[in-house]
């Protein structure tokens, strides 16, 4: 039940009818209307056979697709609100397209603790769209996994390699207890992989050889880097049980222990993002400093395998690594000091729209990559990543024939320098409701729907948890004194 409204009588008028549109799924699109109430899908189907209702909207012309879901967000607050908070970034959100984010914990503090979790839900009142938070898996805090689930976190994230914030990324074998942890409760672990120790040999040798450039960037990190990675987390996954996200996919290469994952039952997804699939290694040299992101974007044939990846159902969703900063920060001249990432959330719907238009993907692919996957993997489906009876009203309606100009200034991150800057896109989101309500409405933010998002968790039912060698984890061999796991229940989180 929603904590702010009085269900009302099944027999009185709905909220609102959607009536003229089309309504697409990850399986079909059909001419049709939605009826909402309560914040709730109560009937899909013709105009004419929708109950009577207190509001009506007509989308003629319009596509109906359920809400994107971002699965990998950074809105800087607590700690970097120059660059980011709760407001402006699911304001972000909410213009584009995006009615569920899962926010990074790589903050100040890093929500590694319940302490400092409370901080981060309490920033995250101002939010516009419903948002799921991620703990911190590092070295030093395996004891504070079960509490940071019992506080709310939706999922978790361990970071293999360094980025913005330099959390220390932890040993193999403080990830293998931490897998072990978590893999009794169902929730998924995502993973920054790519693999610190190589990373950070190559960078040094690269700076005393004097390279500032960008492609220096690109160079400290080949796909080997990933790889490696992937390959040693699904090994942990499978061991372990633990289910796992691969974030930021960025290589062909990554591909291969993915899929052989996949094919060994292990229970991983993989995300690639935006930028790798539309930018190559000519970036550096037209963008500078403001292609930097950790991964880098790669040559040519690495974002042709992506495509393959994504039309093959390997990489398994699309997200943005939104990561806004400051234009000082994004423009400084020697490589090394220019901060990695840039904003994605308002910008990635519109873009991939861009190339269902150009055909480069199916419309229901679309919203299988951008909704109904991440839906799955992260336990919300179908309340979720749906347009069904009983879903979330988590809409998002598209004009496919509008045309636009993305430009930085327009922006609703507060760190606005984009690499899409001057792209010309055809097919914008023009609405967005969440649970019913409109947070955007003919491309303009409704203001004062700040503060109506609210935590996923509350919706959110992994499936039965299913770790393995249970008898040998850390807690096993210690008598359950590792972390706390040995004090831990087998349910569901
Ligand atoms: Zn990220």
């Known amino acids: 039940m929603e904590p702010n409204r009085t269900p009302t009588p099944a027999s009185s008028p709905v909220d609102l009818v959607i009536t003229g549109g089309t309504i697409v799924t990850d399986q079909t699109s059909f001419k049709g209307a939605v009826a909402i109430r309560d914040g709730k899908v109560v009937a899909v189907g013709s105009d004419d056979t929708m109950p009577e209702a207190r509001e009506t909207f007509d989308a003629t012309g319009l596509h109906l697709l359920p809400g994107a879901i971002d699965a990998h967000v950074h809105y800087r607050e607590p700690g970097y609100t120059h660059k980011e908070d709760w407001r402006t970034g699911t304001a972000a959100a909410a213009m584009g397209g995006v009615t569920t984010v899962f926010e990074m914990p790589n903050t100040n503090p890093p929500t590694a603790t319940v302490e400092a979790l409370r901080l981060k839900q309490k920033a995250a009142e101002k939010a516009y769209v419903d948002f799921g938070l991620y703990g911190l898996l590092a070295e030093d805090n395996l004891d504070q996994l079960e509490a940071l689930i019992e506080g709310g976190v939706a999922a978790f994230k361990c970071f293999m390699g360094n980025t913005f914030g330099n959390l220390p990324s932890p040993s193999t074998g403080a990830m293998l207890e931490g897998f072990e942890i978590i893999a009794r409760h169902g929730l998924r672990i995502s993973l920054h992989a790519e693999t610190a120790s190589i990373m950070a040999l190559r960078q040094k040798k690269l700076m005393e050889a004097g390279r500032t450039d960008p492609l220096a960037h690109l160079a400290s ?30 290589s062909g290469d990554e591909l291969r222990p993915l899929r052989d994952a996949k094919a060994r039952g292990v229970d991983i997804t993989g995300e690639t993002c935006p930028h790798y699939l539309l930018f190559d290694e000519n970036a550096y040299t037209d963008l500078g400093p403001i292609i930097r992101v950790n991964p880098p974007v790669r040559e040519k044939h690495h974002q042709r395998a992506l495509w393959e990846g994504l039309k093959d159902g390997t990489i398994d969703m699309i997200a943005t690594d939104h990561a806004p900063h400051d234009p000082e920060e994004k423009t400084r001249e020697v490589i090394w000091r220019a901060d990695c990432g840039f904003p994605g959330v308002e910008t990635q719907m519109a873009l991939m729209l861009t190339q269902v238009n150009a055909g480069s993907l199916s419309l229901t692919d679309y919203v299988r990559l951008s909704s109904t996957a991440p839906a799955k993997a992260f336990g919300l489906f179908p309340h979720k990543g749906a347009l069904v009876p009983g879903s979330d009203a988590d809409i998002a309606i598209v004009d496919l024939g509008r045309r636009e100009t993305i430009r930085a200034e327009a922006l609703h991150s507060r760190g606005k320098i984009t690499p899409f800057e001057g792209f010309e896109v055809v097919g914008v989101p023009v609405h967005t409701l969440v649970r019913g309500r409109f947070v955007m409405r003919d491309r303009k933010l409704i203001e004062e729907a700040t503060g109506w998002g609210l935590s996923v968790t509350r919706v959110q039912a992994m499936p039965k948890p299913e770790p393995r060698h249970v008898d040998e984890t850390t807690a096993a061999i210690t008598g359950g004194k590792s972390g706390q796991a040995g004090s831990s229940t087998q349910e569901a989180a």
């Not at 040693?232 to 960025?250: D, F, M, N, P």
């Open 221 to 250: 990190r080949p796909a080997v880097v990933a790889t490696e990675a992937v390959s040693r987390a699904a090994v942990l996954a499978e061991w372990t049980g633990a289910r796992i996200h691969i974030l930021h996919i960025s």
